[in-house]
């Protein structure tokens, strides 16, 4: 790819639309609204994307920078991790080839550990031993756990490892993994790899509640600061403030040897199993990957029986005391004062998809793709749920309008007709959400069908299987 080529029209267009998002994801910021930040950042991970893959290279400015001096922190592998092999990445994407003309691929069950024994229906068999805890902020931490396997899944194996995973939850709540990785390598490396893989997290601690919920932090207009509710300076009667996200992390800065809060590992079961591309095998393996994609993840995790109910909340309960970022205003509770917040901020509380009690700390993220997974880009992805999306609605009498009569053409540049970039985008993103809102509509409808159908006859069911009548 050329290095040192100017940049196209179209791309520098594409980053004169991801500055003014960056600015309104500032403003967004400012103002406390975490689902517009969400949704910018969505765009502007699909921005990057598209640059990169026009053969821009980064890194491209991130939403949220570091402020003022980055920090360093160890990368000191931990004595009881077993040493990851290491090789220099090649270009290569694909695994051992058997007799020359097999290429196999694999499919990868990743895990958490356990936090105690439970039962069929996923509730504890003794909840009150039960590392709830642990679990919750495995969960918050998972994606993070992930991202570190793919790298050293890259150093270990020298390729540039391609998957499709989905991230899904298990019946006792914690999330797993199904990945199709291309290539194959030996099981035993795998484990290794698993065992070896962890993530540290570098925060302030959070064990011990400094406030609690009847007792918080509260605003100080005249300080412009989070104060302690009762406490004051004796020497000058002022209020004292709550120390900042910055001021602590500074702090353990200057501290040699401070254990991180938190460390996430994957459990002992990995499941490992070799597939041969094209096979019957493989198809079964591409359809429980995407066999929970058409769920809801409140759908995948509706409770089985009251124990299981109760172990959710319970769960729940332990993931509102979880910080989810250095932004969550949980972290006033634990007496630190998180990035960014204000006025506003509502103590000890945060709006963050991490403590919901329907999805159980799952985020909006269940598809995780390589860069450079075979066949499918990620319009062709795109394109597919475009397709069930359609569907879906018109099953509930929405159409989309059709556009098969219109001739698409490449637009010159400087046509006068081409509005400009930042507008084409920020009108997707009204078009995005108004088609979400009828989705939502949609599936309403949907759940309310389902729900007649089942009181009247079975007749659905039967109807998709002529067999079974
Ligand atoms: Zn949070």
Not at 166 to 174: D, H
Not at 294 to 310: G, H, L, W, Y
Not at 335 to 340: A, D, I, L, R, S
């Amino acid at each position: 790819m050329d290095d040192k080529r100017e940049p196209t029209e179209a791309e520098r267009a594409i980053v004169l639309a991801r500055a003014s998002l960056q600015e309104e994801y500032e403003q967004a910021k400012e103002a406390g609204d975490q689902d517009v930040m969400d949704g910018i950042r969505e765009v502007v991970a699909d921005l990057d994307a598209e640059l990169r893959e026009s053969g821009v290279r980064g890194p491209f400015p991130p939403l949220d920078p570091e402020s003022k001096s980055v920090r360093k922190r160890s990368t000191r592998r931990r004595q009881e991790s077993p040493d990851l092999p290491r090789q220099k990445v090649s270009r290569s994407t694909v695994g051992r080839e058997y007799a020359g003309k097999y290429r196999p691929s694999m499919f990868l069950t990743l895990t958490l550990p356990s936090y105690g024994k439970v039962g069929p229906d996923g509730a504890p068999i003794d909840p009150d031993s039960y590392d709830y805890r642990q679990a919750a902020r495995d969960i918050i931490h998972f994606p993070a756990l992930f991202d570190r396997f793919v790298q050293n899944y890259r150093r270990a194996s020298g390729r540039d490892v391609q998957y499709f995973a989905t991230v899904e939850p298990q019946r006792r709540g914690a999330p797993h993994i199904h990945a199709g990785v291309r290539g194959s390598d030996p099981r035993a490396m795998i484990r290794q790899l698993t065992a070896a893989t962890y993530h540290q997290v570098h925060w302030p601690h959070f064990d011990q509640d400094v406030y609690t919920p009847d007792r918080m932090p509260v605003w100080n207009y005249t300080m412009a600061a989070w104060v302690d509710p009762d406490e004051v300076d004796p020497e000058t009667g002022d209020p004292v403030p709550v120390p900042t996200w910055d001021q602590v992390m500074d702090l353990m800065d200057e501290m040699d040897d401070i254990e991180p809060a938190h460390v996430v590992r994957f459990g002992q079961q990995v499941d490992v199993k070799g597939i041969l591309g094209g096979t019957e095998e493989a198809g079964r393996h591409i359809g429980y990957l995407t066999k929970y994609l058409t769920k809801s993840i409140s759908e995948v995790i509706e409770p089985q029986s009251d124990r299981a109910a109760r172990h959710y909340d319970r769960l729940h309960e332990e993931l509102c005391k979880t910080p989810c970022s250095p932004r969550c205003g949980i972290w006033l509770r634990y007496g630190v004062v998180p990035k960014g917040a204000n006025e506003k901020t509502v103590p000890g509380r945060c709006k963050g998809k991490a403590h919901r009690r329907d999805t159980l700390g799952l985020r909006g993220r269940r598809v995780l793709v390589s860069r450079k997974w075979t066949g499918k880009n990620l319009t062709d992805h795109k394109a597919d749920r475009v397709e069930f999306v359609r569907q879906r609605l018109a099953e509930a009498g929405i159409s989309k309008e059709d556009v098969s009569r219109f001739r698409i053409a490449p637009a010159e540049p400087g046509d006068p007709d081409v509005p400009p970039r930042e507008y084409l985008i920020m009108s997707m993103v009204a078009e995005k959400i108004r088609q979400r809102s009828q989705y939502d509509i949609a599936r309403l409808a949907q759940a309310e069908q389902d729900h007649d159908s089942r009181e009247t006859v079975a007749g659905q069911q039967d109807s998709a299987n002529p067999d079974a009548a």
